[in-house]
């Protein structure tokens, strides 16, 4: 009889022996995948804490404040001097210096006389008044900006070598809209040597600012718009005087008289800024009448028909204005009277 050294092994017995070997290794390996896992978590978060910089991106760890300021984030202080400007020129103006925040150099395009042409150039090496009033080569960029439609400009293009802009690298030009049509157009750029960063949707918003701020120049009676005044103390606005009424009070309305004076020299202004080289040879022989007889006719009937008779009846501020701004205070000039 043989002993139970000599009996032969159970097959089913090996197979059991082997599975526990294997699953001996795979528990050892889980262990060390789960020992290194957990290394590597404690890790990053060690780093997250010390140095959250490096693992998240910059939006994530700006405050509230600083997440709703962008790029081209517009300031207050940028819409409270368009707004308070007190013509179109100075609206112009302001927008052409607020556009030099958001690029290297800048330029307002006016139609006149069935094409664009330079009112102004800000940031450009030379006299600001270089070009003025020069044509602009018609293309098809010029077109589509007529039609409503921002464009962007490649480098070495006509609109920037006519602007004097032959190093631009980048430009844009955007449609300069008042009363729902294109009277103009906002050039920007920026070269290799200029800002850092430039910023057409900023551009972009200031055009379209300054288009809102022209249009509303002739019917507004709060300058600035309520909403944009800086911030009083009530208390302060409580201790303000009330205004005298009963029979102490004028006889006129003093903001009618105002909003009266105010559309007349925003309908000098534009009869200037649309004839500059007529306007200017005006003056010098006496005949602005004689050269600008349709648009003074046109702006006397809007005149006419927005202010009311018995605020004209207290003086000719349509008159007034056309010498002021026309003329430059000299009513010879004019060749009226």
Known sequence: MKGPEEIPAVPGEDLRLRLRERLSALRAELERLRFETDRRWEELLAR???NPEE???????????????????????????????????EVLLRLLEECLRHASRAALLVERDGGMHVWKRVGFAGPSDERRGSALPEGGALRRV???????????????????????????????????????????????????????DGVALLAWLGGLAVDRLAGRK???????????????????????????????????RDEARRFARLLAS????????????????????????????????????????????????????????LAEGRPEALGLR
Do not use: C
Not at 183 to 191: E, H, K, P
């Open 146 to 200: 007529r039609e409503g439609l921002p464009q962007a400009l490649p480098a070495g293009n006509a609109i920037s070598r006519a602007l004097g802009a032959e190093d631009a690298v980048a430009a844009v030009i955007f449609p300069f809209v008042v009363r729902e049509s294109v009277s103009g157009a906002v050039y920007a750029d920026t070269f290799a040597d200029g800002r850092s960063t430039f910023d057409p």
């Open 222 to 256: 709060l300058v600035p718009a309520p909403a944009l005044r800086p911030i009083e103390r009530a208390d302060a606005a409580d201790a303000a005087p009330s205004p005298i009424g009963g029979p102490l009070a004028s006889p006129w309305d003093g903001d009618r």
């Open 270 to 325: 534009e009869i200037k800024l649309y004839n500059e080289g007529a306007v200017r040879e005006g003056r010098e022989r006496g005949n602005l009448y004689f050269r600008l007889r349709e648009d003074i006719e046109r702006g006397r009937r809007l005149y006419e028909e927005r202010v009311p008779a018995d605020v004209r009846g207290g003086g000719d501020y349509y008159y007034e204005e056309l010498v002021d701004v």
């Open 55 to 89: 693992i998240l991106p910059e939006e994530m760890l700006r405050s509230p404040a600083q997440a709703l300021r962008s790029e081209s984030a517009i300031s207050l202080h940028a819409v409270r001097r368009l707004d308070e400007a007190n013509g179109q020129v």
């Open 48 to 50: 997250l804490s010390e």
